[in-house]
């Protein structure tokens, strides 16, 4: 079992940055896939990025070149640093993990069918 607690949210101004934290706790290998995702009131959960064991990352278009996915395994922590913010990506963002291979976190990684789910986080931007 894996336990995930995120942190970081908060609101900020369009064109601010910030920078969301999952800690990760329980049976953390390293062989894990690990996710961002993000949910806006009425619309479904949405994948925002993902990352591999081997350090691969996948982003949703809308966030590409603004968001950043990745990892201090030091520190069991998955980070999102989020410049360039937008109205449209406020949401509570959540963070997952799975015990999944390199490969197979590439191809479904962005979808949600992980099996640990963080509380979420609350991102607004005005």
């Known amino acids: 079992h894996v336990q995930l607690v995120e942190s970081g949210g908060g609101s900020v101004q369009a064109g601010g940055s910030l920078r969301l934290s999952c800690s990760a706790s329980?049976?953390?290998?390293?062989?894990?896939?690990m996710g961002w995702f993000r949910q806006a009131p009425g619309k479904e959960r949405e994948g925002v990025a993902a990352?591999?064991?081997?350090?691969?990352?996948r982003y949703a278009d809308s966030v590409k070149g603004r968001f950043t996915i990745y990892e201090d395994r030091d520190k069991n922590t998955l980070y999102l640093q989020m410049n360039s913010l937008k109205p449209e990506d406020t949401a509570m963002y959540y963070c997952?993990?799975?015990?999944?291979?390199?490969?197979?976190?590439?191809?479904?990684?962005?979808?949600?069918?992980?099996?640990?789910w963080g509380q979420g986080t609350q991102v607004t931007v005005s």
């Open positions: 329980g049976n953390t290998v390293s062989r894990r896939c």
């Open positions: 997952a993990a799975d015990l999944w291979g390199p490969d197979w976190c590439h191809q479904y990684g962005m979808g949600t069918g992980y099996r640990y």
């Open positions: 990352i591999g064991s081997d350090a691969r990352a």
